[in-house]
């Protein structure tokens, strides 16, 4: 119960925590130090033109010193893409994307070659993606070379063709044999049709572009919505194309609004809050693990930053979270998406309301003060009004100069959750037993509960047991804790926990142990106290050991409940066992060492007879071989049937009988090969005395 409490306890912070989620913070060292681990190139290079270029254009907007050198290696594969016969519109359109950022040089000749081969391509296409290659590649040797004559003479015809695509929701199909729309396709056919404008070789139909920009602001209507504000494109599974996901359809749909907004001299008519909505979609991501998702959201952020619809500004935070204690000051950061520096302009703290609170405001609106240093809106001291607990603080930006409200939108009032913190005082702590009849002081004491305690108390089950103790704030106001908990635990690990109340600064808990002598399954005994005061905000939240009670409770009935079976400890269920102690038994007494003696010359006795009996046959040596060859074996013989008994004097002194049987099989083997050789010298001996 104690890793419930505790866990609990966690689970109040990071719940205080995650309501900071609403926080969109611009791009910083992560993203840079991530690029850098997504974009490694294997073996120098990488495996396309496509991923290359995303390298590329990430180090270039991150703006990253120390990155791989790619250069050598993307010249290479530009110049053999750019000078292949067989290189696709899609394959020159990248090679022409990295190449404006690598800067390699490509031959005039094989780049009027490009031209006509993606004029070709323009003229001969068929899907969207078709136009978007050929026209986007035309558009980067524009910007690459202002020599090259790019143009496109029928750049109306090519408008149509591209928009006969559209549907009447604003979205895009991939070809006319696709009945299937995507907002994918939308932002590709933006900038498709951004590019066609560029390439225009006179002005484009105004009806035209009026057209195209009612189709954006349909496209703009089926935008989705997250709580933080945060606004993004999604599509459903396109028949033929993968499913890009969200990062990628938002970031698409973008790349073409500002695209197209770069080309068009009229203004799209967007609210604002809706470009400062994709910004908080990007931000809101954090740090993305896939490559081509963080690549999109860098890309994405970059059009944000440099948009000609609206430039977005973020408030950023160092810390939401305060400490009175600490006399922590508000601190408020102001830029673009990416970082960068913003106008002159006013930061004002213009509302303070208590979380889950629609009272009036605690704070009256003041601005806040700009520091030259750290570039940062400083409010110094917080209003005495604010106190330990959570709050949601109301900003609000002011430009100096109105010329710069058409560039950039700050939004109306942001709402920003703010926790503040300190360390709450813990006064009048005390613990009592009291009569149940009278009301009156059995036994009482003060407890530390900053400190260590050891009380002991004793009751019965006609007693109560009171515990009581004020929490005040930094500024002297009451405070109630998320929990206060008095928990109870058996000498046999059965734990009751109990809720502290409160009035006002007082808590106090009454437990009447007669009308909870069921609930403690009628156990006498040691109980052991610990109270529990946890908040997100409280700095000295504790968890202390009170002392312990001798509760002397009735007998239990037959029909009274037990206690529950504990659980049981997995360490010490699947833990290291005890060590086991065997004990053998005392050995036999051994019989006296003379009858030993004695039984040991009885052994002996046969084989003396043995001898005794071989002399009296008349055994000799008259036989013995006399040739070298016969003789060794001879020798061997008899040396092996002594090697054989003396490993029988071993096995009864040292050996057990597996070694015996191993080292007998080695022996056995050698006396049978001798032995049969020496056995035939006799034989054809005697053979040869009967034949003579």
Known sequence: MARRLAGFLVLLLVVSICEAAFLFQPISDSHRSTALELFTPDHGSFKSLEETYEALRTFQILGIEKKPDLTATACRSISETVGSSSSTAKDLFYAL?????????????????????????????????????????????????????????????????????????????????????????AGIALETHAGIVSLASSEIDQSLISTLKNDIIKLFDSIEKYDDGALYFDDKLVDGHEYQGPVSTTSSVLRGLTAFAAVTAENLNLPGDKILGLAKFFLGIGVPGDAKDFFNQIDSLACLESNRVSIPLILSFPSTVLSLTRKDSLKVGVSTVLGSEVPSLTVKLVGAFSSGSKDASLVESQELNFDKTSGLHILNDLPKSIDVGSYTFVFEIVLHEPKHEEVYFKGSQ????????????????????????????????????????????????????????????????????????????????VEHIFVVGNSGKQFEIVLNFLGLVEKFFYLSGKYDMELTVGDAAMENSLLVAIGHIELDLPEAPEKAPRPPPQ????????????????????????????????????????????????????????????????????????????AVLLLCVFFWVKLDLFQTLKILGFLGGILVFVGHRILSHLAAASAKLKSA
């Open 97 to 185: 994307k990295a190449n404006s950022i690598a800067e390699c040089k490509i031959d005039k000749k094989a780049s009027k070659g490009i031209i006509s081969r993606l004029k070709a391509a323009v003229s001969g296409a068929s899907s969207l993606l078709d136009f978007y290659y050929s026209v986007g590649g035309l558009v980067l040797i524009k910007d690459q070379s202002s020599e090259a004559d790019v143009h496109l003479a029928d750049a109306e015809g090519v408008f149509r063709s591209v928009k006969a695509f559209s549907q009447s929701d604003g979205r895009w199909r991939y070809s006319s044999n696709n009945p299937e729309s995507s907002a994918f396709a």
């Open 414 to 493: 942001t709402k920003v959750p703010i926790s503040v913190t300190g360390l709450i005082k813990i006064e009048n702590s005390e613990i009592a037993v009291l009569d149940s009849d009278l009301g009156s002081i059995e036994s009482q004491k003060k407890l530390d509960l900053a400190g260590k305690n050891a009380i002991s108390l004793s009751a019965n089950h006609l007693q109560m047991l009171r515990l009581s103790f004020q929490l005040t704030t930094p500024r002297g106001r009451s405070f109630k804790p998320h929990q206060a908990f008095l928990k109870l635990r058996h000498e046999s690990k």
């Open 567 to 642: 659980p049981v400890d997995p360490y010490s269920r699947y833990g290291p066992k005890a060590e086991i102690t065997h004990i053998f038994r005392a050995p036999e007494k051994r019989p006296p060492q003379e009858l030993s003696l004695a039984f040991l010359g009885l052994t002996i006795l046969p084989l003396l007879g043995f001898l005794i009996g071989l002399l009296r046959l008349g055994v000799n040596l008259k036989n013995f071989p006399t040739k070298p060859l016969p003789a060794t074996f001879a020798v061997l013989f008899h040396v092996g049937i002594g």
